[in-house]
């Protein structure tokens, strides 16, 4: 539980526009959406690799292995927003 915490409060701090840190939520929230690497690119203004790189770090934040998981556990911790249809 206690690292289920701190993946949530990683995943939803506020965005810090300068580095970044805090866009994992934003990433999520494009992931549940069904967005490939390359339409979530072209939201955040950064590579597929850039993409690739952010994935990545919340796929071991939330210690699982592909996109469909990443999107249930962050439903289940309440990372994502419930605006989206599929929130």
């Known amino acids: 539980v206690q690292g289920s915490d701190r993946a949530i409060a990683t995943l939803t701090r506020p965005m810090d526009g300068a580095t970044g840190q805090g866009s ?11 967005m490939s690497n390359k339409e979530i690119g072209r939201t955040m203004g950064v590579s597929i690799n850039t993409v690739k790189y952010h994935l990545k770090s ?21 990372a ?6 599929n929130g």
């Open 24 to 34: 994992s939520q934003k990433y999520l929230e494009l992931l549940a959406l069904g």
């Open 58 to 78: 919340i796929f071991k934040q939330l210690r699982v292995d592909n996109r469909t998981q990443a999107v249930v556990e962050a439903n289940r911790l309440g």
């Open 80 to 85: 994502t927003s419930k605006d989206h249809p």
